[in-house]
């Protein structure tokens, strides 16, 4: 169920990210960086999710100020994702998992401090600046949290059965 209400955002922000952080609380280093076939490692994947939550706020901010807003980076279109992606481990392959978890939870920390100081009205009072859509910001701040936050639990709970 997608939020609707910043208390509803936060409760599933919360909720989704305190499941993350307890699962790679118990993932040391070394099962951490085994990569599967798509050559990507849980530590990649929490480096990943950190790095779209920042990717959100510049959204916001690009909208905000007028500048163009570019889906989901400059030079790619959604349908580049893999790429993208790919791209991204490379840029973050000097990442150790210390590290990873570091940015996923200072992200965390901009992605709750972002709610908190914004309006349910500028959450959910209609679409985001600069997205050439329907959704709030309020259905971004979710898909860039909360929703990669489970999707990532997913993700490990089956790798870490694999290994």
């Known amino acids: 169920m997608v939020a609707t209400s910043k208390a509803e955002l936060l409760e599933v922000a919360r909720k989704e990210f305190d499941k993350l952080r307890k699962l790679i609380d118990g993932v040391d280093e ?5 990569k599967d076939d798509d050559d990507t490692s849980i ?3 929490i480096g990943h999710r950190a790095h779209w939550i920042d990717l959100f706020l510049g ?3 690009d909208g ?3 500048r163009p807003v570019h889906f989901p980076a400059e030079g790619y ?3 580049d994702l893999k790429r993208y ?3 991204l481990r490379v840029r973050q392959a000097d990442m150790n998992w210390r590290d990873a978890r570091n940015a996923l939870q200072d992200a965390w920390r901009r992605l709750t401090d972002f709610i908190e100081a914004h309006s349910e009205d500028e959450l959910y009072g209609g679409p985001m600046k600069g997205a050439n859509n329907n959704w709030t910001t309020g ?25």
């Open 77 to 79: 279109k959604w349908n």
């Open 85 to 87: 992606n790919a791209e």
């Open 30 to 34: 070394a099962v951490a960086l085994v």
């Open 43 to 45: 530590k990649d994947l």
């Open 64 to 66: 905000q100020a007028g």
């Open 139 to 163: 259905r971004w701040a979710e898909a860039a949290g909360p929703s990669h936050f489970r999707s990532a639990s997913k993700y490990i709970r089956s790798r870490l059965r694999d290994l």
């Open 59 to 61: 959204w916001y901010a």
